[in-house]
């Protein structure tokens, strides 16, 4: 069976293209490369020994996507294909929405179209916006998220729900929370055009002299010691979770499931905890500055993700320092490509 990956290029779907492959999934990709680059393919491939089908186009194009489901005897979806910055989706709201639900429902009108089901959403933490109580467990009632970005997480979810009770449908909503790490390869990992948005990728740059300084955003929060709390998880651990979630919908004798779970390791480090952990498992510095608080940023985050592991037999085993270990060999890596 082949299972359509959109953004099967980016961060998390690379890591998960290749778990599937691993685990005998067919694999068919949509990515615009809007925020990946084309030799990711080519490392997925040495990694694997496979070469999974790839279609290099916009999801907001229907006519191509339906081309894609006409050619691949597609059985299910992991949609990972989304915008993702917090704090660019509060300047350019109306460019998140379009590209973050129109790409959804093209997907889902196929779906419904042709009597498919099990779908996962690359869903976040961010639906429950600043939580009252930690860990956040899945019945954590929902806020409204502070960033645009999260907002549309939080519709997707909601889209998706409405479709699998209308259709009779199964789908998982995996819910992350702040995925960090490099394939141990060293050929994948997390790959920003331009300024990263993101902790790690910026703390890489920092450490390998391509940043001047590290900007902290914000240390007069409301935590040990002053700067944001989150639950970082590897990446590969994470890309299991999806290969878990999604051999649990398709041998489910179900018609309707709506599967929602948390992925994360129930521990919470602060940003200054992170980046001395990494100068310590690398052996680095990362030289920082205290900036003001980015608008959207929450204060504290972490999960309990006690329900993947009863149901889907999953659970995060990487530490924090492999974890940051591995971006230092993926930051090495991009260094000697670009040599």
Excluded at 65 to 76: K, M, S, Y
Excluded at 179 to 185: K, L
Excluded at 266 to 288: C, H, I, M, Q
């Amino acid at each position: 069976m082949a299972i359509l990956v959109t953004g099967g290029l980016g961060y998390i779907g690379s890591h998960t293209v290749v778990e599937l492959i691993n685990n005998g999934f067919d694999v068919v990709i949509v990515d615009d490369l809007s925020n990946s680059e084309k030799f990711i393919l080519k490392n997925i491939e040495e990694i694997t020994g496979k070469k999974p089908v790839f279609y290099p186009f916009d999801l907001k194009r229907r006519e191509l996507l339906t081309q894609v489901f006409d050619a691949h005897p597609i059985e299910g979806c992991i949609n990972f294909a989304a915008s993702k910055a917090v704090g660019e989706s509060q300047v350019k709201p109306v460019d998140y929405y379009e590209n973050n639900l129109f790409t959804l429902i093209n997907i889902l009108q196929e779906f419904k179209e042709r009597g498919i089901s099990n779908f996962i959403f690359s869903s976040s933490c961010t639906v429950y916006g600043q939580a009252e109580k930690m860990p956040i467990d899945e019945n954590t009632p929902l806020k409204m998220p502070e960033s645009v970005y999260g907002k549309t997480k939080q519709m997707g979810e909601e889209i998706l729900i409405d479709f699998a009770k209308a259709y009779n449908r199964r789908i998982s909503l995996l819910r992350y929370f702040n995925p960090i790490g490099a394939h141990p390869s060293g050929k994948l990992g997390e790959l920003p055009l331009g300024v990263p948005n993101n902790l790690i990728p910026y703390v890489t740059q920092t450490a390998a002299g391509i940043r001047e300084k590290l900007n902290i955003w914000g240390d007069d929060y409301d935590t040990e010691d002053g700067t944001a709390v989150r639950d970082y998880i590897y990446v590969v651990d994470l890309a299991k979770a999806h290969v878990s979630a999604l051999k649990s919908l398709l041998q489910s004798s179900e018609e309707t499931v709506i599967d929602i779970f948390n992925l994360g390791t129930g521990k919470g480090s602060s940003v200054l905890e992170v980046v001395k952990a990494f100068e310590t498992a690398n052996d680095v510095k990362v030289p920082y500055q205290i900036c003001a608080r980015r608008e959207g940023d929450i204060t504290i985050a972490y999960a309990n993700a006690d329900k993947a592991e009863k149901k889907l037999h999953w659970k995060s085993e990487t530490s924090l320092e492999e974890s940051l270990r591995t971006v230092w060999k993926w930051q090495q890596y991009l260094d000697s490509r670009a040599v």
